[in-house]
């Protein structure tokens, strides 16, 4: 990312248009999109943003406290001065901040490594610290006197979240900090804290005092692979009610979620989905399948009695497997049901395919239902319930997940196209 900094002010040159791919991946890149669609009266001035985006028609952008501003141009070539104001925070909200950014090393620690922490923002939130926008906060500018958001502060508001994403101190600048005086603020208060009288005994007169503390034990190494529990199939008749195979089954799957933990690879994201209510049979059988072991699901008997018990096929519940992979019940509910959008919807998904290319780059699609196979090729897109797009490829004669959700159905198709590439590779 190329770009020229001040004290007060950084300037990033224009960036190569995004065909083909989503405008945030970050989580503060998609809040900060949000408040733009929020905010914007007019959904069709977005969508407009979006393509002059895309097509690389916004030049450099000049970001300083409260305002952000490039020139972007019509497909015309006409050429337009495009600002967006944002409310700076004022001293004692910055204070505030930076005292909660020192309270936890985790927080400080990532802001060095230029990322947002999300328990950071939700704390300052708590003190009436908004560094995210909301609704109304993107305030747009533009000399083709658009009285709301217009295409071309939209297109400005677009191309930022790209360098949000990249950078997060872009955001602090807006809200009222370069990133030399917010590092200076916070390594200044950091040392603060350091140099605070600590409680209790100091270390130095305990060791003066002669004692001696045995050297702590090494730490264990790792574990490459989750334990199996001993079989629990036995010539003994078990207790009434007890089913050995599906204990030896459930201990196996506690295992591997612990090891799972224990190594840091547990992903909240990947659990969530546990907690968004009660689950129907169907859909803990697949939860069980996915948690278990790959050693327990290539055993037929215990495929077969989770695929009876939900009603699928051993085939179907390996699918159901993998979408649950991608995205929990929601990306489950897209492989296995077929339903037609109602009007609102249906016009949601439309707008979202149209400005997702330009011109006659769009690939040839053909509708059916929430499904828009690609002429032709072995993709489809599948939209959620939520305006999700999922990518699909075929498989085997199957149309099987290929990934996770995106907003932008360009994106999840890039995602169906790269797992088309690797399975053929693969074969």
Not at 350 to 377: F, H, K, M, Q
Request: with cysteine; glycine share 10%.
């Amino acid at each position: 990312m190329n770009d020229h900094a001040t004290d007060t002010e950084r300037t990033f040159a224009a960036l190569p248009p995004a065909q083909g791919r989503g405008f945030a991946r970050t989580w503060w890149g998609h809040a900060w999109l949000k408040a733009l669609e929020d905010t914007a009266l007019d959904g069709q001035q977005v969508r407009t943003g979006r393509r002059l985006a895309r097509a690389g028609a916004v030049g450099a952008v000049s970001v300083r406290p409260g305002r952000i501003t490039a020139v972007v141009q019509d497909p015309d070539g006409t050429a337009h001065r495009a600002d967006v104001l944002l409310e700076r925070l004022s001293e004692d909200q910055w204070a505030r901040f930076l005292d909660l950014a020192v309270e936890r090393s985790g927080h400080l620690a990532a802001l060095l490594d230029r990322d947002l922490p999300p328990h950071l923002v939700e704390d300052a939130a708590a003190f009436g610290i908004e560094l995210l926008p909301g609704i109304g906060d993107l305030e747009p500018e533009c000399d083709c006197d658009a009285w709301d958001h217009c295409g071309h502060t939209a297109a400005l508001c677009h191309l930022v979240a790209r360098l949000l994403d990249q950078d997060p101190f872009v955001l602090l600048l807006m809200r009222g900090r370069d990133e030399r005086a917010l590092f200076g603020e916070l390594r200044a208060r950091d040392a603060a804290a350091d140099a605070a009288e600590p409680d209790g005994v100091d270390a130095a007169e305990v060791f003066a005092a002669g004692y001696v503390l045995p050297p702590l034990p090494p730490l264990p190494d790792p574990l490459a692979a989750p334990g199996l529990p001993p079989s629990l199939v036995t010539d003994a008749v078990p207790a009434p009610g007890v089913d050995p195979a599906a204990l030896e089954f459930l201990a196996a799957q506690t295992a591997a979620a612990a090891h799972r933990w224990l190594g840091g690879a547990l992903e909240a994201s990947s659990e969530s989905h546990l907690a968004d209510g009660d689950l129907s049979v169907a859909q803990d059988a697949v939860r069980l399948a996915a948690g278990a072991p790959g050693s327990l699901l290539s055993d037929g008997e215990v495929l077969d009695r989770l695929a009876r018990g939900s009603g699928r096929s051993g085939e179907q519940l390996v699918h159901a497997v993998r979408a649950w992979r991608a995205g929990g019940v929601a990306a489950l509910s897209v492989l296995e049901e077929e339903w037609t959008l109602g009007p609102e919807a249906h016009a949601r998904a439309r707008a979202a395919l149209e400005s997702a290319w330009e011109g006659d780059e769009r690939p040839p699609l053909r509708a059916a239902g929430n499904r828009w196979t690609v002429v032709g090729t072995g993709q489809q897109l599948r939209v959620g319930r939520d305006g999700r797009w999922w990518p699909y490829r075929m498989e085997d004669g199957h149309w099987v997940p290929a990934g996770g959700a995106a907003r932008d159905p360009a994106s999840a198709l890039a995602t169906a196209e790269g797992a088309t590439a690797m399975g053929e590779e693969g074969g």
